[in-house]
């Protein structure tokens, strides 16, 4: 086993990313009635871009934010900050909805991208948007032909330049780790999540949302033509409820079995822009490698390398704290990983380690789900909700108002295929097929056939009608 960088304790509450974007004093939990057109439950990205789409079409609409902790503090603020569409997905999609509807869906998301980019632009922010691309990299000859169906979907369509093969010398000519081999290329960015966040729920505030934090919903219904969300502390009475509180959506009911929480953690180093530069890693490319449960890396502008392992611990139940926010095990695994991929990391510091939830739809696609005639939840991001959840943010806002068009008729909408176990089969299933995954991907890191009991027990949610990964 070859040692890792020195593994600082530091475990920033909320991640590195939301402790380098600045904190900020809470804004107030609800107290007493509030009237609304639109209640939003859960600030973070996709309730945030369907607020502002919301206000973008009408500045008029009275719109009401409840987060439970603060706007933008999980998993809008801590994940890799890799914003990109849904291209390297597109053999899922035409599986899941067709030719058309898969280009129509791969567009859409682009386009989603496009408008972050632009929003950073026109509201003056600096979320270190840099668009270098979204490569994905095979470090063992039994990786070496995933992600390739993509390219031959992508070539199919009439769309090559959506997911692009590159040869062994073109990824390490972007990326130059000892063990990369070939790779493909799809567009995308990479953002500091958390200044986009913050940024956005600083814009809305100023254009009139009103924003509740520390204010869970405990309680949702339909009543008198309208929709009334229950808090600690007070209520509000609207017209329309939007449900964007991710991974917390697993405790109601009729989402109970189309859900699954997991968990991923990250590290960041301390600034090395002299292994950046020896990887020839300079065009900000974010990096993924192929094993299942996936490394996902990037660099900063100061030249840190932000490192992040996707195979954390399931969390029972939905319930997001303990080590689905921090596991010293997990973090401790994810620095050992970045050393084996780059070398040249070795003696550095890490300088914080952190933890997430994840959302995880039986397709690994988000949706856009309709829970009663005036109430929308979205959720099922599966870690690429960055860019999406623009799109979904969009389709959400679109439907609050009333309004039919070329977003709300994307096949994102409605409820996904498949479901998963209720609990607490659902923990004691995802634990044992991570555990097999785990030892997979070990195994093909080394270039040995994964054995065959582990690869059955991997094997069995595809079985059930689940994708996992890759």
């Not at 369509?157 to 063990?179: C, H, M, Q, S, T």
């Amino acid at each position: 086993m070859t040692a890792g960088p020195p593994v600082a304790l530091r475990h920033p509450a909320c991640g590195w990313w939301v402790e380098e974007a600045g904190t900020t004093a809470p804004d107030l939990p609800l107290t007493g009635p509030v009237d609304a057109d639109v209640v939003v439950v859960g600030a973070g990205y996709t309730g945030m871009w369907a607020a502002w789409c919301l206000l973008d079409a009408d500045p008029a609409t009275r719109v009401v934010l409840l987060e439970r902790d603060q706007a933008g503090h999980g998993p809008s603020g801590r994940n890799g900050g890799f914003c990109k569409g849904l291209w390297l997905n597109l053999p899922v999609l035409v599986d899941q909805f067709g030719d058309d509807e898969a280009l129509a869906v791969g567009y859409a998301c682009e386009e989603a991208v496009e408008a972050i980019a632009a929003w950073c632009e026109a509201e003056a922010v600096d979320a270190w948007f840099t668009a270098g691309g979204y490569l994905s990299v095979s470090t063992s000859p039994l990786q070496d032909d995933i992600h390739m169906s993509a390219v031959a979907e992508a070539a199919r369509l009439g769309v090559p330049d959506a997911v692009r093969a590159l040869g062994p010398d073109e990824v390490r000519a972007r990326f130059a780790a000892p063990a990369a081999r070939g790779g493909v290329l799809a567009p995308g960015a990479t953002i500091q999540p958390a200044r986009l966040a913050r940024r956005l729920r600083d814009a809305l505030v100023r254009r009139g949302a009103r924003l509740f934090e520390h204010t869970p919903a405990v309680r949702i219904e339909e009543r008198d033509a309208g929709v009334v969300v229950e808090t600690p502390g007070g209520a509000v009475r609207a017209e329309r409820a939007i449900l964007t509180a991710g991974p917390a959506l697993v405790a109601l009911a009729p989402l109970a079995t189309s859900l699954t929480v997991g968990s991923s953690h990250m590290i960041v180093t301390e600034p090395v822009p002299d292994v950046v530069a020896h990887y020839g890693w300079t065009r900000g490319e974010a990096v993924i490698d192929r094993r299942t449960l996936l490394h996902y890396l990037r660099t900063t502008p100061d030249g840190r390398i932000a490192f992040g392992w996707a195979g954390g611990r399931p969390a029972l139940g939905g319930r997001v704290r303990g080590p689905v926010l921090h596991d010293a095990r997990a973090i401790a695994r994810a620095a050992r990983h970045l050393t084996e991929l780059l070398p040249e990391v070795r003696g550095r510091t890490i300088e914080a380690g952190w933890g997430g939830p994840i959302d995880i739809s039986p397709t690994t696609l988000p949706a856009v789900v309709p829970l009663g005639a005036r109430v929308d939840a979205a959720y099922g991001f599966t870690g690429r909700g960055v860019g999406p959840a623009r799109l979904i943010g969009e389709i959400l806002a679109a439907r609050a108002a009333g309004i039919q068009n070329e977003r709300t008729r994307l096949p994102l909408v409605g409820r996904p295929d498949g479901s998963v176990p209720p609990e607490p089969v659902r923990w004691a299933g995802a634990s044992t097929v991570r555990a097999a995954l785990i030892r997979c991907d070990e195994q093909e890191a080394r270039g040995e056939q994964p054995d065959p009991i582990a690869r059955f027990v991997a094997d069995l949610p595809r079985r059930l009608g689940i994708t996992v990964g890759r």
